[in-house]
């Protein structure tokens, strides 16, 4: 091999070497290949690619707004169809507002429409305030009875015309958790929501406090302070009884009309804690100790005396001394009252009183859960506080035991 064929292999194999070199710090490089590697030369605008196994990629039809992509099995391409219409499983419930006008029978359509099933929820707004028992109707699909407390058919008032509630479907009735008067029993163990943004809160499960015998005395018991009123002698004082969490007594003194009050008040000044006469509610869970011989008022007064003997006030009573053999739903505005029977038993065990309003001038009285009195005159205007009394008609204590008071009132902020 002579020196020139030496020369020109030596050049050869460095042209090589630097062929390497460059690939090596180049990268790879894009290959061109048929219609981009897909096989197609087009795919239809916003569709969805579908692979095709070694055939060429194919795309969806494009589907219409609110369709859902839906599998059609291994052997055929999904493809855009009508969703299933459900409530369930969803992030946030579906909006659906009365259109029936009705106090008994309420329905309402949502969008998109769906058939109820078992744990589906709605956002539920009625147009009317239940004047009762309640069926709702969703979508055109059957009435299903509107029940309170996993159970309870609505009371009169329990669903209030504009307020938005959220109703669970149990595969035969919408229930409504937060809503209504509780059932009975429990020993005042009922827990009710109370939003604060909206409404003044109040309650007090009387647990503990130092017990007051003069008038005027000022005490917590809890969650509260409470303004002590005496006429003759008695006082407050603490005890766990049975049925019942904590609760306070009451006692008259021993000569026929003497009581005992205690009213939410700081200063003893009626409005110090007023409540508001159009959208209210009140629970009150007491005992009376005697059925003979007494005087009972559980409600709002204007702190002027004690019991019905006050000028105004709202609440539920029982007084032996206009031959009360129930509960009254009374009501006095100016010296002038109204009493109307409420259903429930007088006995020395533990109740549940509840008192409320949903419109102006007319107040709502209830015994545990029981059918609701209306009164609608003699209702008071004038600023009223929180008010709990019990007074004796002999020459005998009366006492009165006192669970929990709770007390809300609507407010704009």
Request: aromatic content about 8%; proline content about 3%.
């Given at each position: 091999?002579?020196?020139?064929?030496?020369?020109?292999?030596?050049?050869?194999?460095?042209?090589?070497?630097?062929?390497?070199?460059?690939l090596l710090?180049?990268?790879?490089?894009?290959?061109s290949?048929?219609?981009?590697?897909?096989?197609?030369?087009?795919?239809?605008?916003?569709?969805?690619?579908i692979?095709?196994?070694?055939?060429?990629?194919?795309?969806?039809?494009?589907?219409?707004?609110?369709?859902?992509l839906?599998?059609?099995?291994?052997?055929?391409?999904?493809?855009?169809?009508?969703?299933?219409?459900?409530a369930?499983?969803?992030?946030?419930?579906?909006?659906?507002?009365?259109?029936?006008?009705?106090?008994?029978a309420?329905?309402?359509?949502?969008?998109?429409?769906?058939?109820?099933?078992?744990?589906?929820?709605?956002?539920?707004?009625?147009?009317?305030t239940?004047?009762?028992?309640?069926?709702?109707?969703?979508?055109?699909?059957?009435?299903?009875?509107?029940?309170?407390?996993?159970?309870?058919?609505?009371?009169?008032?329990?669903?209030?015309?504009?307020?938005?509630?959220?109703?669970?479907?149990?595969g035969?009735?919408?229930?409504?958790?937060?809503?209504?008067?509780?059932?009975?029993?429990?020993?005042?163990?009922?827990t009710?929501?109370?939003?604060?943004?909206n409404?003044?809160?109040?309650?007090?499960?009387?647990?503990?406090?130092?017990?007051a015998?003069?008038?005027?005395?000022?005490?917590?018991?809890?969650?509260?302070?409470?303004?002590?009123?005496?006429?003759?002698?008695?006082?407050?004082?603490?005890?766990?009884?049975?049925?019942?969490?904590?609760?306070?007594?009451?006692?008259?003194?021993?000569?026929?009309?003497?009581?005992d009050?205690?009213?939410?008040?700081?200063?003893?000044?009626?409005g110090?804690?007023?409540?508001?006469a159009?959208?209210?509610?009140?629970?009150?869970?007491?005992?009376?100790?005697?059925?003979?011989?007494?005087s009972?008022?559980?409600?709002?007064?204007?702190?002027?005396?004690?019991?019905?003997?006050?000028?105004?006030?709202?609440?539920?009573?029982?007084?032996?001394?206009?031959?009360?053999?129930?509960?009254?739903?009374?009501?006095?505005?100016?010296?002038?009252?109204?009493?109307?029977?409420?259903?429930?038993?007088?006995?020395?065990?533990?109740?549940?009183?509840?008192?409320?309003?949903?419109?102006?001038?007319?107040?709502?009285?209830?015994?545990d859960?029981g059918?609701?009195?209306?009164?609608?005159?003699?209702?008071?205007?004038?600023?009223?506080?929180?008010g709990?009394?019990?007074?004796?008609?002999?020459?005998?204590?009366?006492?009165?035991?006192?669970?929990?008071?709770?007390?809300?009132?609507?407010i704009?902020?």
């Amino acid at each position: 091999m002579n020196k020139r064929s030496l020369k020109v292999k030596a050049v050869a194999v460095f042209a090589c070497l630097v062929f390497l070199v460059a690939l090596l710090y180049a990268g790879p490089s894009i290959l061109s290949v048929y219609q981009g590697g897909t096989g197609a030369s087009s795919f239809t605008a916003h569709g969805v690619l579908i692979g095709e196994g070694s055939s060429a990629i194919a795309a969806t039809a494009a589907g219409t707004s609110g369709q859902c992509l839906i599998s059609n099995g291994s052997s055929a391409d999904p493809t855009y169809q009508t969703c299933a219409a459900s409530a369930h499983g969803i992030a946030t419930a579906l909006s659906c507002a009365d259109a029936s006008g009705s106090g008994t029978a309420q329905t309402c359509t949502t969008s998109p429409t769906f058939t109820p099933a078992a744990k589906d929820c709605i956002n539920y707004t009625p147009g009317t305030t239940n004047t009762g028992a309640l069926t709702l109707n969703v979508n055109s699909s059957s009435a299903a009875p509107v029940q309170k407390w996993l159970g309870t058919a609505l009371a009169s008032g329990d669903m209030v015309s504009g307020k938005t509630v959220t109703a669970c479907y149990d595969g035969t009735n919408w229930q409504v958790m937060t809503i209504g008067n509780a059932p009975s029993g429990g020993g005042g163990t009922t827990t009710w929501i109370c939003d604060p943004t909206n409404y003044v809160c109040m309650y007090d499960d009387f647990l503990s406090f130092n017990p007051a015998s003069s008038d005027g005395t000022i005490f917590s018991t809890g969650q509260l302070s409470w303004r002590l009123g005496l006429s003759g002698g008695g006082g407050t004082s603490f005890a766990i009884d049975s049925g019942a969490y904590g609760s306070i007594h009451l006692n008259t003194g021993s000569s026929s009309g003497n009581g005992d009050e205690i009213n939410v008040s700081g200063t003893g000044t009626p409005g110090d804690v007023p409540y508001n006469a159009t959208t209210f509610d009140a629970r009150i869970r007491f005992a009376l100790q005697q059925t003979t011989s007494i005087s009972v008022l559980l409600g709002f007064d204007d702190h002027t005396t004690i019991g019905e003997q006050h000028s105004n006030y709202i609440g539920i009573a029982y007084d032996t001394s206009q031959s009360d053999t129930g509960f009254k739903c009374a009501v006095k505005k100016s010296g002038s009252a109204t009493r109307s029977s409420v259903s429930g038993t007088v006995d020395t065990n533990y109740h549940t009183a509840r008192i409320r309003s949903t419109s102006a001038g007319t107040i709502l009285c209830s015994i545990d859960g029981g059918t609701e009195t209306s009164v609608n005159t003699n209702v008071p205007t004038a600023n009223l506080v929180p008010g709990l009394s019990v007074r004796t008609q002999t020459s005998g204590i009366r006492s009165l035991n006192l669970d929990y008071f709770w007390h809300w009132y609507a407010i704009s902020r």
